[in-house]
């Protein structure tokens, strides 16, 4: 068995790690697509149609997500990665991992605080408001968008994401309720290649099944607990 504090340590994270800091998840009662079709704000058609409400739609988020503070699971995942080798994958799009403390996260689904242009790829950092009327600071095309992976579109750095799942010893997923591809087929993938596989969530996900441990609370305190233990462990 590899010496403890060796043990690479894979974490994808969804929504749920955000809801104590005051951020809304996409599926619960009162959740993100309760007020939006999902087909209207998050896919390149719906921007194409609409691009004024596509982008009041993240403007809203780039102001929640600026105003919500890290909460203790996402300081707990920053001390664990200065202990073990982590490799920290999320869909979520807020900063609240980077403002917790860590530093290498890898946004598959983009992030609030990066803008895009539709027309030639160029990236910078978004301001806090987004307007149709922008100009791309590169090609002038009146054609930025938020730079978020959207429906239909292929998400970030799953090269790397599918390295660090076949790689792992440990797979741990936190806060997502597994319905969306191919975040949801991680687990199962990560069990194939050998890791130990734990869930820690709020209430059941629709891939449950593909773990073999379970920790359920709220994130501030099953992910503190959770990163505690494998701390302890290795005698840190
Ligand atoms: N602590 C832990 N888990 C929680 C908490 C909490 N305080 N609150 C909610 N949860 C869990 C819920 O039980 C649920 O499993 O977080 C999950 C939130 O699920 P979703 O709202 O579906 O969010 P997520 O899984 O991140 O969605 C994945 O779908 O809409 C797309 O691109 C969007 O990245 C998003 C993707």
């Known amino acids: 068995m590899r010496e403890i504090s060796t043990l690479r340590i894979t974490i994808l994270t969804g929504a749920g790690i955000s809801a104590e800091s005051g951020l809304r998840t996409f599926r619960a009662s009162d959740g993100l697509w309760e007020d939006h079709r999902i087909e209207d704000v998050a896919t390149p058609q719906g921007f194409a149609a609409d691009p004024a409400l596509v982008l009041r739609f993240y403007n809203e988020r780039r102001a929640a997500a600026r105003v919500a503070q890290p909460n203790a699971a996402h300081r707990a995942l920053a001390r664990l990665a200065a202990r073990f080798p982590v490799t920290l994958v999320t869909q979520n799009v807020d900063d609240l991992h980077e403002r917790g403390g860590s530093?290498?996260?890898?946004?598959?689904?983009?992030?609030?605080?990066?803008a895009l242009c539709a027309e030639c790829g160029h990236r910078w950092p978004a301001p806090a408001v987004m307007s149709p009327a922008d100009r791309c600071p590169s090609c002038a095309a009146p054609a930025t968008r938020p730079d978020i992976v959207w429906f239909g579109e292929i998400p970030y750095h799953m090269?790397?994401?599918?390295q660090a799942v076949e790689s792992a010893d440990i797979f741990a997923a936190i806060g997502t309720s597994g319905q969306v591809y191919p975040a949801a087929a991680l687990a199962q993938h990560a069990a194939r290649a050998g890791a130990h596989t734990v869930e820690l969530n709020l209430a059941a996900s629709a891939v449950s099944h593909d773990f073999a441990e379970h920790l359920q609370g709220p994130a501030s305190q099953v992910v503190d607990g959770w990163v505690r233990r494998l701390l302890g462990d290795a005698g840190a």
């Open 103 to 114: 530093d290498e996260v890898v946004h598959m689904h983009g992030s609030l605080t990066g």
């Open 159 to 162: 090269e790397r994401i599918w």
